[in-house]
């Protein structure tokens, strides 16, 4: 025979390759993985007990026959098993063996393993048909000079074999197919259609041995092309991510099975990668995921980001999730020693039973991260039936808003007048931001504007009301309407813009609206979080003109140094504050000094929340300037405003 083997020592060092390439690479630890790697041993060794057996072929004299009989039974074994593997794959990687019910496992148990039972029966009994007795029905035969020979009928078992297991594969991939993205199916049905057709070739061309050749080259471009599993794994813990969550999720609730989510959440987050940076804080997230993968390291562990952690237990009891709970918390009660510093972590576990309280991963999502953003949910073990889960609902719905507002109309800017004490009538009003909802109704601005602000669509809207505002000057004879000033709100997110002064400028501008008929406020938060660039927008904007109030006085730390230091012309009590001291002795002693003392700093006083005619001429006696609140109006449409002012001044 002129059988050859450099194709097969091709194929031993294209396996090695890509078994190198299988340990360089961040793994799932899923079992599909972990089939693929089997697959990968057995080619080796299917391709090594090949290139042996060809040895001894060409050289019978080098082995006894029992050697001989066992190193190609040893082949056969691999080569049968190859078949079984490759189809265990493909139904593991449509999740079937993780997520079928029992009496499917049992079911499918049967049709696995009695055939490649069978088949290496047939192989191992191949030595009983020796050629001495003239008997060849075994799978293969050892002639008189211990040359291997095919057998008779036995001998093509092994591709009926091949036959059975990927008629068997491809009608798992078939059925499961939503399990897997279009592309990665095809590509797994042909990148096994290339393995057996490597078999068949072989089969019609004894002497090409080309079959381990064909299976290294697909498998190494499976392995490069098709399998990446760093999609699915976060770069900076090591462990599966958002995607590997989902997927793993959907696949479990197809088999109707109930497991258990716990989130970990990792509090003051903000706080760490102020503090440390984010290389660091990505240093302690990397010594997180080690500790919980010591800790347990026989349940799925996943990043979804932003210091949040789940722990996916597919088969536990109470005891067992009591048990995990506990664990945890004892684990961030130590001090965690990241290079060379110590960091205290405080850290909150939500506990989700599924699918009773969450039917798909985006929903186990959720609930972690309202434990993680809600204060409500601040206790250190919090489960998802406790958790609101319609002001989850709610503030989807408002993010929807906000993300279509300005495009479909939902957006109006109202105003609410000002009234000057010293004048005697309404002189100007504060621009207010109104938002409503599907139905046309409105949406609180206390509920909006947070979550605008932690979405960033905050930025848009500042610049929405600014807008409108300078519009509706234009539109009008502000002078003869009697409007002195408008106020405009400056959010914390705009504060931190450095391109704010510019772009008010450019907007009053386009709409030629004098600098003096502009107010803006902004609040002790927002100089807070951004005081150097803020600080250079006020200057810049107040050398154009525009003048600036600090509003909500009283209702923070109302750090005097802001007052004193920065250009305000104006100081807006918080109505808290104006409420209080209406009823209570010593708050109205307060409240009439701090008025005392910001009159004779220079600025005006605006009181908010006026809302009866005595508090509107107790505030005029303790010195106000201006005064703002329902007693005078509530907050109105444009066309509205400018009506009442116009029929104020007439009076």
């Not at 047939?122 to 293969?140: E, H, R």
């Not at 985006?362 to 319609?390: G, K, M």
Request: net charge neutral; aromatic share 14%.
């Amino acid at each position: 025979m002129g059988l050859t083997i450099h194709y097969d020592i091709a194929a031993l060092c294209v396996i090695a390759i890509i078994i190198l390439l299988f340990f360089r690479r961040k793994n799932i630890p899923a079992l599909q993985n972990r089939i693929f790697f089997s697959l990968l041993i057995d080619s080796f060794f299917m391709v090594f007990f090949e290139v042996i057996s060809v040895v001894y072929i060409k050289y019978p004299d080098t082995a006894s026959r029992d050697v001989i009989w066992v190193v190609n039974c040893l082949y056969f074994t691999a080569t049968y098993l190859f078949v079984f593997i490759a189809c265990c794959y493909c139904i593991a990687v449509v999740g079937f063996f993780e997520n079928a019910r029992r009496y499917q496992k049992i079911r499918l148990r049967f049709f696995l393993y009695i055939p490649i039972v069978i088949g290496l029966v047939f192989a191992w009994i191949s030595p009983l048909y020796d050629c001495t007795n003239g008997n060849f029905l075994g799978v293969f035969y050892l002639d008189n000079q211990n040359v291997y020979q095919r057998g008779s009928f036995l001998f093509y078992h092994s591709y009926i074999l091949s036959v059975y297991y990927a008629i068997l594969a491809v009608f798992f991939l078939s059925k499961y197919k939503k399990s897997l993205k279009t592309k990665n199916l095809n590509r797994i049905i042909i990148y096994f259609a290339l393995c057996f057709s490597g078999a068949f070739v072989q089969l019609l061309m004894p002497d090409v041995l080309i079959q381990g050749f064909v299976i290294s080259m697909a498998t190494l471009v499976f392995e490069i092309a098709i399998r990446h599993p760093e999609d699915v794994i976060d770069i900076n813990t090591g462990l599966l991510n958002n995607l590997a969550f989902i997927n793993m999720n959907s696949r479990i609730v197809k088999a109707q099975n109930q497991y258990t989510c716990v989130g970990v959440v990792l509090d003051d987050v903000f706080f760490l990668t102020n503090t440390f940076g984010i290389a660091q804080f990505n240093k302690i997230l990397a010594l997180v995921s080690e500790k919980l993968l010591k800790e347990f390291p026989s349940y799925y562990l996943y990043y979804i980001g932003q210091g949040r952690f789940v722990l996916l237990i597919k088969k536990g009891t109470k005891l067992d999730v009591e048990k995990i709970i506990s664990k945890l918390q004892n684990l961030f009660k130590q001090t965690w020693n990241c290079d060379s510093m110590s960091v205290k972590l405080y850290s909150r576990i939500c506990v989700v039973e599924c699918p009773k309280d969450a039917s798909r991963a985006e929903d186990v999502i959720d609930l972690i991260n309202i434990t993680a953003e809600d204060e409500r949910y601040s206790a250190s073990v919090v489960y998802a039936n406790e958790i609101d889960i319609e002001y989850k609902r709610r503030t989807i719905s408002i993010e929807h808003a906000l993300r279509s507002g300005l495009f479909e109309n939902r957006f109006e800017v109202y105003y609410q007048p000002i009234y000057s004490t010293k004048e005697r009538r309404l002189v100007g009003a504060e621009a207010l931001i109104r938002l409503r909802d599907d139905d046309g109704n409105f949406i609180s601005p206390e509920i909006f504007i947070p979550i605008a602000e932690r979405t960033g669509v905050i930025l848009r809207i500042g610049e929405f009301v600014f807008e409108s505002v300078c519009k509706t000057l234009s539109e009008i004879d502000y002078e003869e309407c009697g409007i002195e000033k408008i106020d405009v709100n400056l959010s914390v997110a705009q504060c931190m813009q450095e391109i704010l002064a510019d772009q008010i400028l450019s907007i009053s501008k386009m709409y030629k609206i004098p600098s003096s008929v502009i107010n803006m406020e902004i609040t002790e938060t927002a100089m807070a979080h951004t005081p150097e660039v803020l600080l250079k927008n006020i200057e810049k904007l107040v050398d154009a003109g525009i003048e600036f109030s600090l509003d909500d006085y009283g209702s923070g730390y109302s750090n005097m140094n802001y007052m004193l230091t920065l250009p305000f012309s104006m100081i807006k009590i918080d109505k808290g504050i104006v409420w209080s001291a209406f009823s209570d002795q010593r708050a109205n002693l307060a409240l009439k000094s701090t008025i005392s003392m910001i009159s004779q700093l220079g600025m005006s006083v605006l009181a908010e929340g006026v809302e009866t005619k005595e508090q509107a001429e107790w505030l005029i006696d303790l010195g106000c300037d201006y005064l703002q609140g329902f007693y005078y109006a509530k907050p109105m449409p444009k066309a509205e405003f400018v009506r009442l002012i116009q029929e104020n001044k007439k009076y």
